[in-house]
């Protein structure tokens, strides 16, 4: 019988909410020989060097967690991790045998997760909400929301509670 292993995404941008749901995946979802994916997606920018150029349409390529834990790797794509989510990240992989991922994608998070459900694929997806009010939710529009009516996969919203 042929194991099949899933892909569990998690979009993460290092802030408070994205940092439950990553918790809340790894106790709830994550579980043995899974991968995790850590989607993270940067503001379109007008880049002239390294990867971010070259993997602007796209997404890089999917970047193991001992890179993903280099400094210099990082500057590189133009992601600033924090050390809570790289913590959490690498006890997770320890602790469970998973191998753990990151892709980053630059442009409108909410267009760009969806493509990464379809692209990576993802089996789920977990994604904070930043618990913002009916009026700037309005204005600005809820990421959360668009991925569940419009991703390909079961999502899972963590709300942030203060």
Known sequence: MEVVCRRVGV??????????????????VVRDGDHLILLTVLPEGHYEEGEMQLWETTGSPLIPL??????????????????????IASCVARQKDIVV??????????????????NVPLSCLVIGN???GKIKRAILGSVSNHVVNNGSCPVTVVKHVE
């Open 11 to 28: 979009a993460v941008d290092f802030s408070a909410c994205s940092k439950e749901a990553l918790r809340w995946a790894v106790e709830n």
């Open 66 to 87: 001992s890179e993903f834990s280099d400094p210099i790797l990082t500057k590189k794509y133009g992601v600033k991790p924090d050390a809570e989510t790289l913590d």
């Open 101 to 118: 991922l990151m892709k980053v994608y630059w442009g409108d998070a909410r267009e760009k997760i969806c493509e990464a459900i379809e």
């Open 130 to 132: 930043r618990g913002l």
